[in-house]
């Protein structure tokens, strides 16, 4: 009597099930007991560090503040006018038991802004990472602009952005080198804003901004990068955000079909400010929810 031969393309139940075959590239296979999953990678570590965050009393910079200090960072919250919201931001950050300073002061003021540098080191013993966040907007038509407006989103976008790099800059050069300065920009860095030519001015010289002085600022260890949000849930968008058809209008223009959160920018920001973030100089990261690349069947 002859055995039935195995039928080779059915699976033999009697053996265990294949595993499904490894991926000779990786250096792990989850699959293969002789080669588990990798290590878990240590998260964003920021502890200790010394952050100062513009802008920080509400939106993008409020979120960034407390996202530095979630991971470990000390953090002078800066605002300008909100001192009640400042105040409360620095009350999360002590409650997650971190040190932290709110201090007011107007980014296009040479004296505050060395005033507030000056406070930050007092109270905090140093300074590793800068986030300039503060910005606004006035929006008008190009032949409508006032002078006023214009040096006034010019005065805080650009020029305090650069007074603040450079305070933070020779602040971690004396400290022997090394820190991280993170610019909050804009999609508009590169995208043109009809109806807000300062704003996009503004960020545009962001841009060169940070591609030049973080050349210069290399050989001292310090990096200098751009964060381009598109849109994010903040109050620089207060008008947007309150008019439904508004809001509907602008999710249909963004490519995974909604306005960012804050929170989505923090995460990105503290990864660069951390040590994982230290080959990133001189360029723009954009997070933007494909906002840049939207295009449409023509
Ligand atoms: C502006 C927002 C705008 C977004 C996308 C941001 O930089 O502050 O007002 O909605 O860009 O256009």
Not at 11 to 38: E, F, G, H, V
Not at 177 to 188: A, C, L, P, Y
Not at 205 to 234: F, S, Y
Not at 251 to 256: F, G, T
Request: aromatic letters at 4%; proline letters at 8%.
């Amino acid at each position: 009597m002859s055995l039935p031969l195995p039928d080779a393309s059915q699976p033999d139940a009697s053996q265990p099930a294949a595993r499904p075959p490894a991926d000779p590239t990786l250096p792990w296979d989850p699959a293969d007991p002789d080669r588990p999953a990798p290590p878990e990678q240590p998260p964003v570590d920021l502890a200790d560090r010394v952050a100062l965050v513009t802008g920080a009393s509400s939106g993008i910079g409020r979120a960034i503040a407390l996202e530095l200090a979630r991971h470990g960072a000390h953090v002078c919250v800066n605002y300008h006018a909100e001192t009640d919201e400042a105040d409360d931001v620095v009350a999360e950050i002590r409650a997650l038991g971190r040190k932290a300073l709110a201090f007011g002061a107007d980014v296009s003021r040479p004296d505050q802004v060395a005033a507030m540098f000056a406070a930050t080191v007092t109270t905090l013993g140093r300074l590793d990472i800068l986030v300039n966040n503060a910005g606004v907007e006035k929006r008008a038509a190009f032949t409508e602009i006032s002078e006023a407006d214009w040096d006034l989103v010019l005065g805080i976008n650009l020029k305090g952005a650069f007074l603040c790099a450079q305070g933070a800059a020779r602040r971690m050069i004396s400290q022997g080198g090394g820190g991280r300065i993170i610019n909050v920009s804009s999609v508009h860095e590169e995208l043109p804003f009809p109806g807000l030519a300062p704003y996009a001015a503004s960020k545009g010289g962001l841009r060169m901004l940070c591609r030049t002085a973080a050349l210069e600022l290399a050989p001292h260890g310090i990096t200098m990068v751009n964060v381009g949000p598109g849109a994010i849930a903040t109050p620089i968008n207060r008008q947007t955000l309150a008019d439904p058809a508004r809001i509907e209008a602008l999710d249909r223009q963004v490519p995974v079909g909604r306005v960012g959160d804050p929170d989505e920018v923090a995460r990105l920001v503290a990864w660069l400010a951390s040590d994982k973030g230290s080959y990133v100089t001189a360029t723009t990261f954009f997070i933007d929810g494909g906002l840049m690349h939207q295009a449409t069947n023509l």
